[in-house]
C-alpha cells in the first residue's frame, strides 16, 4: 500500500481507503471482521459519515485494537433521530450525534471533524460564518476533539470556496469520470440521471478549477463515490457506454490534482483485494484514458490534460503528466507561485529538455500538443 500527505492535515493516509456506508447492510461480527482486513491490506482511512448506531458500533469495535492505526472522517451535522438519518446545523443535536460517534467509537477524538454534507450556497454561508453551527466546530477543535477539519460536498463550487476560505483543511468530494462530466450542481440526483444531456465533454472546466485549486491551497482531497454507485462496471448505466474496472476508476481518481485517498465501499474481502489490486497493477490494467476517449458517447477530447499518464515513456525521460500539472498550477496565478516553481526545479528532467519527438502525442487519447506545452512550461519557468 502507498501512502500520501493528506493535505495541510500532514496525514499520511492510504491511497485506497475504506468508504463506511455499507457496513449496517450485514451482521455486525461479519463487517469487522471485514474491517479487520481491509487494515491487514494496508488500509488506515475511513468515512464514517453514518449516524445508527449499529455502523459506528462495527466501526468502534474495529478499530478498538488499534486506534492509532486509523484516521476517522466524522461528520458533524450527520444525526439520528426518530430512527433515521437527518441532516442538521442545530447544535444540540450535532452535539447529542458527535458525542454519541466518540462514544460508540470509544475514543476521545475524531481525526477529520468533517462539516457535514454542504451543497448549497446558503448552507455555505451557514457553515462557515460565525455563528453557532463554526462555533461548535471550533470548539471541538480546541478541545482537541477533532484534530483537523474538513468538509464533505458534492457540488465543485462550494469545494472551491471551501479550498479558498482556508476554514478546511481537506475535503471529501465525489470524484469520477461521470460525475466530472457534470456542471456544479446542489442536486446530487442529478449526477445519477438515466442519460446525460448531449454536448458533455470532457471534465467541466469548474471541476478543472476545483482540483488545481485544491492542489493549489494544499487541501487534500478524499474521495467518495469513485464507482458512481457501480454504474460505470456497466456499458448499460455508464453514460460512456463502456465499462471501467474498479482498478481503473481508481486511477482516474488518483491521477487528479489535490486527490489523495479513494474511500471505496465494501461488501466482501474480494471487493477489497480488487480495490488493492491497484497497488501492483500494470499500466495497461490502469489504463482509464484510451476507453474513455474511444467510449461511443460523451468522449473525452479536447486537447485537456488529464495527467493520465498515457504520454510515457518519453526519451528524455520527462515526467510529462508532472510536469504538465505544474504549469497548470502555475498559470492560475499572475506570477509563478515559489512552491510551484520549486517544485518544478527539483524534478530530475525539466521541459527544455524535450526534444519535439512527439511520440508523446502519438499515445495521448486526448490529443494534447505536448510539445508545445513543454515550449511553453520552459518559457514560464526561465529555462
Known amino acids: 500500500m502507498k501512502y500520501r500527505c493528506l493535505g495541510k492535515t500532514g496525514l499520511q493516509v492510504s491511497e485506497i481507503g475504506f468508504g463506511g456506508e455499507w457496513l449496517e447492510r450485514h451482521p455486525e461480527s461479519e463487517s469487522v471482521a471485514l474491517m479487520k482486513y481491509a487494515h491487514t491490506m494496508g488500509i488506515n482511512i475511513i468515512d464514517c459519515w453514518m449516524p445508527d448506531p449499529k455502523s459506528r458500533d462495527i466501526i468502534g469495535r474495529a478499530i478498538a485494537e488499534d486506534r492509532a492505526g486509523w484516521y476517522v472522517q466524522g461528520h458533524i451535522g450527520s444525526t439520528y433521530q426518530n430512527g433515521q438519518y437527518t441532516r442538521t446545523r442545530d447544535v444540540e443535536q450535532c452535539r447529542i450525534a458527535f458525542e454519541d460517534l466518540l462514544a460508540r467509537l470509544k475514543t476521545n477524538y475524531i481525526d477529520l471533524g468533517m462539516i457535514h454534507y454542504v451543497d448549497l450556497e446558503s448552507d455555505w454561508d451557514t457553515v462557515s460564518q460565525s455563528g453557532p453551527y463554526l462555533d461548535y466546530v471550533m470548539e471541538l477543535k480546541k478541545q482537541g476533539k477533532i484534530r483537523h477539519i474538513g468538509l464533505s460536498t458534492h457540488n ?58 485544491c492542489e493549489q491551497q494544499n487541501v487534500g482531497i478524499t474521495c467518495m463515490k469513485p464507482f458512481a454507485g457501480g454504474r460505470l462496471f456497466d456499458a448499460k448505466r455508464s453514460p460512456f457506454g463502456v465499462a471501467l ?25 474480494e471487493q477489497i483485494d480488487a480495490a488493492v489490486a491497484y497497488e501492483t497493477a500494470a499500466d495497461n ?84 500538443k505536448v510539445a508545445d506545452r513543454m515550449t511553453r512550461t520552459a518559457e514560464l519557468f526561465g529555462e
Not at 179 to 192: A, K
Not at 248 to 254: E, M
Open 245 to 269: 474496472t474498479p482498478v481503473q476508476c481508481i486511477h482516474y481518481a488518483l491521477t487528479k490534482p489535490g486527490v489523495v485517498s479513494v474511500l471505496c465501499g465494501y461488501d466482501t474481502t
Open 285 to 368: 490494467e490502469k489504463d482509464y484514458a484510451t476507453v474513455l476517449a474511444g467510449a461511443p458517447q460523451h468522449t473525452f477530447s479536447g486537447g485537456e490534460c488529464t495527467y493520465c499518464g498515457h504520454c510515457k515513456p518519453c526519451p528524455a525521460d520527462i515526467d510529462i503528466a508532472m510536469v504538465n500539472k505544474l504549469y497548470d498550477l502555475a498559470v492560475m496565478q499572475p506570477e509563478v507561485p515559489a512552491s510551484v516553481k520549486q517544485h518544478y526545479l527539483s524534478l530530475e528532467h525539466h521541459a527544455k529538455e524535450c526534444i519535439g519527438c512527439r511520440g508523446c502525442e502519438s499515445r495521448c487519447p486526448f490529443s494534447v
Open 156 to 213: 465543485p463550487a462550494i469545494a472551491i470556496k471551501a479550498a479558498e476560505s482556508g476554514l478546511a483543511e481537506m475535503i471529501l468530494f465525489s470524484v469520477n469520470p461521470a460525475f466530472d462530466l457534470m456542471p456544479p450542481t446542489d442536486n446530487i440526483e442529478n449526477y445519477f440521471a438515466d442519460t446525460y444531456a448531449d454536448g458533455l465533454n470532457g471534465v467541466d472546466p469548474v471541476r478543472i478549477r476545483m482540483y488545481k485549486i
